[in-house]
């Protein structure tokens, strides 16, 4: 364990560093320990807890109490904070899910780092960015690892006292919504919650789930794999909150990575469309780079900005007033893929190719 100085004042940075592939060890040590002095300082600033301000050292990483969410607040040694700097360099915590480059970390703690530091770090990042995408795809192919932390549906049911849709009043609600497989999905009668399961392929093993509301607010609520394990009174490791990313991209694990993947904010739209996933919010997106990527948000102001950036940075997305037109739909009410399903069995249209509706091209975002 590194405990952390005293001393609130940040010691001088005067930095020298070579930046080839064979950087100078003494060079990269220097720069760590330039960066743990900081660490230890937001440490010292945000937490009163001597136990919360220590750093632990770990193979190619610093592992620390979460300074954004606080962790854990009945055990002072949970240290789910995590500053990485091996294949690759960045902050996660695998309580609330902050993801950030160590300079954007340090920065949101009124932490600045010196311009030959960011330079370090950048190229850290830069020089292992293949390695790094080639590791973490692999997470996608180890399911034999996964189905031993998934969570078995059972479990879960049981917990919280759901039922099988199959035999609830929600089965019409969800026909009407178009779903075609209602085992992905259970009901809590006494609650009004309806519980739609990311499910390991060919299992009923469960990586994250969300619940959508219908007595309560808010209206949609996702748990993620440590979340699971934290409301089934389960301890959580650090394994568990390396799968985090991936537990709440619904379908992620039924891609066809030579195919076009459709990017959906909502996992109900996302089990209507072949090769797609759903993120739960327009503010996540997949956690890899794959070939094809291309997004189909909501019909919204909220869709219509987030596709807006995508398109700004190069990515197709849908051409949602294209498509209305086209079918003379005039509205300036919220839609979405299954509005849309729902809207042509009710109006009796049919739906045109939707791959016609997609485009990367800039001059195309006032069709948006």
Not at 280 to 286: H, K, L, R, T
Request: net charge positive; with cysteine.
């Amino acid at each position: 364990m590194i405990p952390s100085n005293p001393s609130e004042k940040e010691r001088p940075v005067s930095l020298s560093f070579s930046l080839s592939e064979n950087e100078n060890t003494a060079d990269k040590k220097t720069f760590l320990s330039d960066i743990l002095q900081k660490v230890a300082l937001v440490l010292r600033r945000r937490f009163t807890q001597y136990e919360k301000q220590q750093i632990d050292s770990k193979p190619g990483r610093y592992n620390f109490a979460c300074p954004y969410c606080g962790d854990s607040h009945t055990d002072a040694h949970k240290k789910r904070g995590n500053l990485y700097f091996g294949d690759s360099f960045y902050y996660k915590c695998y309580n609330c899910g902050k993801y950030a480059s160590v300079d954007v970390f340090l920065k949101n703690f009124q932490i600045d780092l010196t311009s030959e530091e960011i330079i370090w770090a950048k190229n850290w990042e830069n020089r292992n960015l293949q390695k790094s995408e080639d590791l973490n795809i692999s997470f996608l192919y180890d399911q034999s690892k996964l189905a031993q932390i998934a969570i078995p549906r059972e479990t879960i049911e049981s917990k919280f006292q759901l039922m099988r849709v199959n035999s609830s009043d929600i089965s019409t609600y969800l026909i009407k919504r178009r779903q075609p497989q209602l085992e992905r999905f259970s009901w809590c009668p006494v609650k009004q919650q309806l519980y739609i399961f990311n499910l390991l392929p060919q299992t009923n093993l469960v990586l994250g789930y969300q619940i959508r509301n219908f007595k309560y607010q808010p209206k949609y609520l996702t748990y993620d794999l440590s979340k699971m394990y934290e409301m089934l009174d389960l301890e959580s490791t650090l394994e568990v909150g390396e799968y985090n990313d991936i537990s709440t991209i619904f379908g992620i694990l039924d891609l066809d990575m030579n195919r076009p993947i459709t990017v959906f904010e909502g996992p109900l739209d996302s089990f209507l469309l072949r090769n797609s996933v759903g993120t739960c919010s327009v503010n996540i997106d997949i956690p890899f780079k794959f070939g094809h990527i291309r997004y189909l948000y909501d019909y919204d102001s909220a869709g219509i900005k987030s596709a807006l950036e995508k398109a700004e940075a190069g990515y197709s997305v849908f051409l949602w007033k294209k498509l209305l037109r086209d079918l003379d739909i005039y509205t300036t009410k919220k839609m979405d893929l299954t509005d849309l399903l729902v809207l042509s069995k009710r109006k009796g249209f049919q739906i045109p190719r939707l791959s016609n509706y997609f485009s990367q091209n800039k001059f195309d975002v006032y069709e948006l």
